[in-house]
């Protein structure tokens, strides 16, 4: 789907998932959106990188392919600059050769019976602030419809998800700080890495689209589906940044790949 800003990739040595991030600004190149070219960019990276690469050397393999595109389309000083024009995407990596999972920005995996994720500290403030301004205007009178036809609590934050893109890859800056892949150095230590116990018998790669991870991808659905009929603007025990905006399917695009161990 042309709109759709997530990206899998398996390859003999990889298997990963790319969640190309919500654009924060009007930046578009042959009509496609920053995350869409930021996922592509990555996908096309890890059909490339070495078998035998360790996490951080994954990570500078994928940077430093964003960091070329800016540099041959003179955009590296506009993105130094200006975190919300970077093309950015998180990823959640299997290596084959490491038994690792590395996962750089707030993808989801699972195995074994639990789900693990990277989530970003500032998206858990803003989603609640979110949460806690449509409560309040559906005590005023909003309906829920009319919201999901205009979200007033994500135009409320919206400025401040452009000002968080300051804290990605970002130096000296707290706890607020994450990492993703943008075309500028990843602080490896906020890249969750993650042995893959001898015992398990698949993994399952996903985007952050998936509320609830299950082991199976029509678990995972009928999850997702239950969780938007009950609560489809997302500000109530599930809460996000977005909700489910009238047209679509879902509150954000969603990836699910399961990989069989032999």
């Known amino acids: 789907m042309a709109t759709c800003e997530d990206g899998i990739v398996v390859t003999d040595n990889f298997a990963a ?16 959106t920053s995350g869409l070219m930021a996922m592509e960019l990555v996908c096309d990276a890890l059909r490339q990188l070495p078998p035998d690469c360790s996490a951080q050397e994954a990570v500078n393999f994928l940077t430093g392919r964003i960091r070329r595109f800016y540099e041959d389309h003179r955009l590296y000083e506009d993105a130094k600059r200006h975190g ?4 950015t995407a998180s990823a959640v990596i299997y290596s084959c050769q490491k038994h690792e999972i590395w996962m750089v920005g707030d993808c989801l995996c ?40 205009h979200d007033l609590g994500r135009e409320w934050i919206f400025p401040c998800l452009k000002d968080q893109c300051s804290f990605q890859n970002a130096e000296d800056i707290g706890q607020w700080g994450y990492a993703v892949l943008d075309g500028f150095p990843v602080d490896i230590s906020l890249v969750r890495i993650l042995p893959v116990p001898v015992n398990a018998e698949f993994l399952v790669l996903a985007s952050d ?9 029509e678990e995972s ?26 047209g679509n399917v879902s509150f954000d695009d969603r990836s699910y790949l399961r990989v069989e161990m032999s």
């Open 17 to 32: 998932v790319v969640d190309g991030s919500t654009s924060k600004s009007s930046f578009r190149m042959n009509g496609k």
């Open 84 to 87: 919300e024009h970077r093309l």
């Open 110 to 149: 699972r195995f074994n019976g639990k789900t693990y994720g990277n989530p970003k500290p500032v998206d858990r403030l803003l989603a609640d602030i979110r949460s806690d301004i449509l409560h309040y205007l559906l005590r005023k009178g909003h309906s829920i419809a009319s919201l999901q036809e």
């Open 209 to 217: 689209g998936y509320p609830v991870l299950a082991d199976t991808l």
């Open 221 to 246: 659905e009928a999850l997702l589906a239950r969780q938007l009929a009950h609560d489809p603007l997302c500000i109530g025990s599930f809460r996000s940044t977005k909700g489910l905006m009238r």
